[in-house]
């Protein structure tokens, strides 16, 4: 256990694995829920803006989504109720390596190399948060 938990380090990295999984395929399935239920006219009015929301609402994809997205955010109040800030949400950055890695394979999104290259920097960051620093 570190310094900057009150919990088992097996437990966060449990929890965080199911929360930044929720995280990823929450946003992909918003994103295909999106891509089905169109997309609204530059001329927005309170009429459009309304229909366009309850289409939006009515999408199971975008229903979905947006629950495993409430699910991850309930795991990061439980992770930030026994951790440190300074030290779980470095962690949820994980989740720039899921999301994308998500949604290569279920959205068939092209990632450049610059933005890999921006992912390996994250991780590179998360394993230096997670270096052991007490004596």
Do not use: N
């Not at 965080?16 to 009015?45: C, D, H, N």
């Not at 279920?106 to 190399?113: F, S, V």
């Amino acid at each position: 256990m570190t310094q900057s938990l009150k919990r088992p380090l097996w437990y966060v990295f449990i929890l965080m694995a199911i929360g930044l999984g929720s995280e990823a395929w929450g946003f992909v399935f918003i994103k295909k829920g999106l891509l089905t239920a169109g997309s609204a006219s530059p001329f927005l009015t309170a009429s459009h803006v309304t229909g366009v929301f309850l289409q939006i609402v009515g999408t199971p994809l975008v229903l979905l989504g947006t629950a495993l997205e409430a699910l991850h955010f309930g795991i990061l109040m439980e992770l930030l109720s026994f951790g440190e800030v300074s030290f779980i949400i470095p962690l949820t950055s994980v989740g720039y390596i899921l999301t994308p890695v998500t949604a290569l394979f279920l959205l068939h999104e092209t990632i450049p190399p610059m933005r890999w290259a921006g992912i390996l920097l994250v991780c590179l960051g998360v394993a230096v948060i997670l270096k052991k620093t007490d004596p």
